[in-house]
Protein backbone atom coordinates (compact mmCIF):
# COMPACT_ATOMS: atom_id res chain seq x y z
CA UNK A 1 0.00 0.00 0.00
CA UNK A 2 1.31 3.48 -0.41
CA UNK A 3 1.21 6.36 2.37
CA UNK A 4 2.48 10.02 2.94
CA UNK A 5 3.28 10.99 6.47
CA UNK A 6 3.32 14.43 7.88
CA UNK A 7 4.23 14.24 11.12
CA UNK A 8 4.46 18.17 12.02
CA UNK A 9 0.37 18.73 12.74
CA UNK A 10 0.92 22.67 13.03
CA UNK A 11 3.98 24.55 13.55
CA UNK A 12 4.69 28.22 14.03
CA UNK A 13 7.51 30.27 13.52
CA UNK A 14 8.33 34.17 13.73
CA UNK A 15 8.97 35.81 10.50
CA UNK A 16 12.46 35.02 8.69
CA UNK A 17 12.96 31.99 10.64
CA UNK A 18 13.47 29.01 8.44
CA UNK A 19 11.26 25.71 8.75
CA UNK A 20 11.51 22.78 6.97
CA UNK A 21 8.33 20.12 6.70
CA UNK A 22 8.81 16.76 7.20
CA UNK A 23 7.53 14.36 4.70
CA UNK A 24 7.97 10.34 4.88
CA UNK A 25 6.33 8.03 2.20
CA UNK A 26 5.81 4.27 1.83
CA UNK A 27 5.41 2.86 -1.51
CA UNK A 28 6.92 -0.67 -3.29
CA UNK A 29 6.58 0.73 -6.30
CA UNK A 30 10.22 1.56 -8.00
CA UNK A 31 8.84 3.98 -9.86
CA UNK A 32 6.51 7.28 -8.31
CA UNK A 33 6.03 11.12 -8.57
CA UNK A 34 6.24 13.16 -5.31
CA UNK A 35 4.68 16.22 -4.91
CA UNK A 36 4.10 19.57 -3.14
CA UNK A 37 0.55 21.15 -2.61
CA UNK A 38 0.39 24.25 -1.08
CA UNK A 39 -3.03 25.57 0.46
CA UNK A 40 -3.99 28.62 1.45
CA UNK A 41 -6.99 29.96 3.26
CA UNK A 42 -9.23 30.59 -0.40
CA UNK A 43 -8.77 26.91 -0.56
CA UNK A 44 -7.29 25.95 -4.11
CA UNK A 45 -4.38 23.66 -3.85
CA UNK A 46 -1.46 25.20 -5.33
CA UNK A 47 1.05 23.17 -6.98
CA UNK A 48 4.70 23.85 -5.85
CA UNK A 49 7.03 20.94 -7.37
CA UNK A 50 6.91 17.81 -8.66
CA UNK A 51 10.05 15.20 -8.22
CA UNK A 52 10.56 11.63 -9.81
CA UNK A 53 12.12 8.92 -7.90
CA UNK A 54 15.01 8.44 -10.43
CA UNK A 55 16.22 11.96 -9.75
CA UNK A 56 17.56 12.58 -5.81
CA UNK A 57 19.24 15.66 -6.67
CA UNK A 58 18.29 18.71 -4.43
CA UNK A 59 15.74 21.31 -5.71
CA UNK A 60 16.16 25.52 -4.82
CA UNK A 61 13.57 27.97 -5.92
CA UNK A 62 13.85 31.09 -4.82
CA UNK A 63 13.33 30.49 -1.11
CA UNK A 64 12.00 26.92 -0.95
CA UNK A 65 14.04 24.02 -0.97
CA UNK A 66 13.75 20.02 -1.26
CA UNK A 67 15.58 17.39 -0.04
CA UNK A 68 15.01 13.93 -1.21
CA UNK A 69 16.42 11.23 -0.48
CA UNK A 70 15.14 7.71 -1.40
CA UNK A 71 17.26 5.75 1.26
CA UNK A 72 14.93 6.91 4.07
CA UNK A 73 11.96 7.47 2.30
CA UNK A 74 11.84 11.13 2.81
CA UNK A 75 10.71 14.39 0.49
CA UNK A 76 11.69 17.32 2.95
CA UNK A 77 10.28 21.08 2.29
CA UNK A 78 12.34 24.31 3.53
CA UNK A 79 11.33 27.53 3.55
CA UNK A 80 13.90 30.48 4.16
CA UNK A 81 13.60 33.34 5.64
CA UNK A 82 9.66 32.50 5.78
CA UNK A 83 7.22 35.92 5.26
CA UNK A 84 3.74 35.96 6.12
CA UNK A 85 2.56 34.78 3.15
CA UNK A 86 3.67 31.75 3.55
CA UNK A 87 1.04 30.57 6.29
CA UNK A 88 -1.30 27.93 4.68
CA UNK A 89 -1.21 24.14 4.55
CA UNK A 90 1.09 22.23 2.40
CA UNK A 91 0.48 18.38 1.63
CA UNK A 92 2.81 16.29 0.69
CA UNK A 93 1.65 13.84 -1.93
CA UNK A 94 2.90 10.30 -4.17
CA UNK A 95 1.54 9.42 -7.12
CA UNK A 96 2.16 5.28 -8.46
CA UNK A 97 3.23 5.58 -12.23
CA UNK A 98 1.60 2.56 -13.59
CA UNK A 99 -1.87 1.69 -14.51
CA UNK A 100 -3.23 4.41 -11.45
CA UNK A 101 -4.54 7.14 -13.34
CA UNK A 102 -2.38 10.02 -11.87
CA UNK A 103 -4.46 9.36 -8.69
CA UNK A 104 -2.55 11.60 -5.45
CA UNK A 105 -1.96 9.68 -2.55
CA UNK A 106 -1.75 12.94 0.11
CA UNK A 107 -0.48 13.29 4.14
CA UNK A 108 -2.54 14.49 6.25
CA UNK A 109 -0.99 17.72 5.65
CA UNK A 110 1.15 20.05 7.88
CA UNK A 111 -0.28 23.94 8.82
CA UNK A 112 2.33 26.60 8.58
CA UNK A 113 1.25 29.77 10.72
CA UNK A 114 4.06 32.63 10.50
CA UNK A 115 3.79 35.52 12.64
CA UNK A 116 5.01 38.92 12.12
CA UNK B 1 -9.71 32.88 -15.96
CA UNK B 2 -9.06 29.55 -17.40
CA UNK B 3 -8.45 27.64 -14.02
CA UNK B 4 -10.42 24.80 -12.63
CA UNK B 5 -13.67 26.20 -11.77
CA UNK B 6 -15.63 24.86 -9.37
CA UNK B 7 -19.68 25.34 -8.21
CA UNK B 8 -20.74 26.37 -5.90
CA UNK B 9 -18.42 27.09 -3.58
CA UNK B 10 -20.60 26.44 -0.88
CA UNK B 11 -23.57 24.47 -0.10
CA UNK B 12 -25.80 23.81 3.34
CA UNK B 13 -28.40 21.05 2.79
CA UNK B 14 -30.88 19.56 4.95
CA UNK B 15 -29.99 15.31 5.49
CA UNK B 16 -31.84 13.37 3.32
CA UNK B 17 -31.40 16.29 0.48
CA UNK B 18 -29.47 15.49 -2.47
CA UNK B 19 -27.01 17.90 -3.92
CA UNK B 20 -25.27 18.00 -7.33
CA UNK B 21 -21.55 19.60 -7.70
CA UNK B 22 -20.59 20.98 -10.81
CA UNK B 23 -16.35 21.22 -12.34
CA UNK B 24 -15.19 22.57 -15.21
CA UNK B 25 -11.57 21.65 -16.17
CA UNK B 26 -9.05 23.71 -17.92
CA UNK B 27 -10.06 23.21 -21.37
CA UNK B 28 -7.41 21.30 -23.22
CA UNK B 29 -7.19 18.61 -19.86
CA UNK B 30 -8.51 15.10 -20.51
CA UNK B 31 -8.37 14.01 -16.93
CA UNK B 32 -10.39 15.19 -14.23
CA UNK B 33 -10.46 14.11 -10.87
CA UNK B 34 -12.84 14.12 -7.50
CA UNK B 35 -11.45 14.33 -4.03
CA UNK B 36 -12.61 14.63 -0.87
CA UNK B 37 -11.24 16.80 2.34
CA UNK B 38 -12.53 16.79 5.76
CA UNK B 39 -11.31 19.22 8.58
CA UNK B 40 -7.57 18.89 9.04
CA UNK B 41 -7.64 16.20 6.61
CA UNK B 42 -5.88 15.48 3.35
CA UNK B 43 -7.61 15.12 -0.04
CA UNK B 44 -8.62 11.57 -0.89
CA UNK B 45 -9.61 10.37 -3.90
CA UNK B 46 -12.86 9.48 -4.96
CA UNK B 47 -13.20 8.81 -8.61
CA UNK B 48 -11.33 10.07 -11.96
CA UNK B 49 -12.13 10.39 -15.36
CA UNK B 50 -10.56 10.28 -19.11
CA UNK B 51 -12.54 12.39 -21.20
CA UNK B 52 -16.02 11.09 -20.87
CA UNK B 53 -14.97 7.71 -19.26
CA UNK B 54 -15.09 7.06 -15.51
CA UNK B 55 -12.04 4.81 -15.06
CA UNK B 56 -11.94 4.32 -11.36
CA UNK B 57 -13.69 4.30 -8.33
CA UNK B 58 -12.52 4.74 -5.13
CA UNK B 59 -14.44 2.74 -2.08
CA UNK B 60 -15.04 5.51 -0.61
CA UNK B 61 -17.40 6.98 -2.91
CA UNK B 62 -20.77 4.47 -1.94
CA UNK B 63 -23.58 3.73 -4.13
CA UNK B 64 -25.41 7.13 -2.86
CA UNK B 65 -22.36 9.25 -5.06
CA UNK B 66 -22.68 9.44 -8.89
CA UNK B 67 -20.43 10.80 -11.12
CA UNK B 68 -20.69 11.81 -14.72
CA UNK B 69 -18.32 13.65 -16.73
CA UNK B 70 -20.71 14.11 -20.25
CA UNK B 71 -18.93 15.18 -23.72
CA UNK B 72 -15.48 15.28 -21.57
CA UNK B 73 -15.92 18.55 -21.12
CA UNK B 74 -17.59 19.59 -17.32
CA UNK B 75 -18.39 17.02 -14.72
CA UNK B 76 -20.97 16.63 -11.66
CA UNK B 77 -20.79 15.02 -8.99
CA UNK B 78 -24.36 14.07 -7.12
CA UNK B 79 -24.61 13.19 -3.51
CA UNK B 80 -28.05 11.01 -2.61
CA UNK B 81 -29.44 11.22 0.57
CA UNK B 82 -27.13 13.48 2.12
CA UNK B 83 -25.95 12.09 5.53
CA UNK B 84 -23.86 14.26 8.26
CA UNK B 85 -21.19 12.66 7.60
CA UNK B 86 -20.75 14.09 4.04
CA UNK B 87 -19.99 17.32 5.24
CA UNK B 88 -16.68 17.77 3.50
CA UNK B 89 -14.80 20.13 0.94
CA UNK B 90 -15.21 18.69 -2.51
CA UNK B 91 -12.16 19.30 -4.82
CA UNK B 92 -11.85 18.73 -8.64
CA UNK B 93 -8.44 18.62 -10.23
CA UNK B 94 -7.92 18.30 -13.51
CA UNK B 95 -4.53 17.37 -15.89
CA UNK B 96 -3.55 17.11 -19.32
CA UNK B 97 -3.22 13.33 -19.17
CA UNK B 98 0.06 11.98 -18.20
CA UNK B 99 0.73 10.82 -15.10
CA UNK B 100 3.47 12.47 -13.91
CA UNK B 101 1.99 16.29 -14.92
CA UNK B 102 0.63 18.09 -12.03
CA UNK B 103 -3.18 18.67 -11.35
CA UNK B 104 -4.45 21.81 -11.15
CA UNK B 105 -7.35 22.06 -8.40
CA UNK B 106 -10.35 24.08 -8.70
CA UNK B 107 -11.46 26.53 -4.82
CA UNK B 108 -13.80 23.31 -3.73
CA UNK B 109 -17.44 23.11 -2.45
CA UNK B 110 -17.92 23.31 0.87
CA UNK B 111 -20.80 21.32 1.65
CA UNK B 112 -22.69 21.01 5.17
CA UNK B 113 -25.02 18.33 5.88
CA UNK B 114 -27.44 19.83 8.74
Known amino acids: AQKVTQAQTEISVVEKEDVTLDCVYE???????LFWYKQPPSGELVFLIR??????QNEISGRYSWNFQKSTSSFNFTITASQVVDSAVYFC?????????????FGQGTELSVKP | DTGVSQDPRHKITKRGQNVTFRCDPI?????LYWYRQTLGQGPEFLTY????????KSRLLSDRFSAERPKGSFSTLEIQRTEQGDSAMYLC????????????FGQGTRLTVV
Open chain 2, 27 to 31: SEHNR
Open chain 1, 27 to 33: TRDTTYY
Open chain 2, 49 to 56: FQNEAQLE
Open chain 2, 93 to 104: ASSAGRQNTEAF
Open chain 1, 51 to 56: RNSFDE
Open chain 1, 93 to 105: ALIRIYNQGGKLI
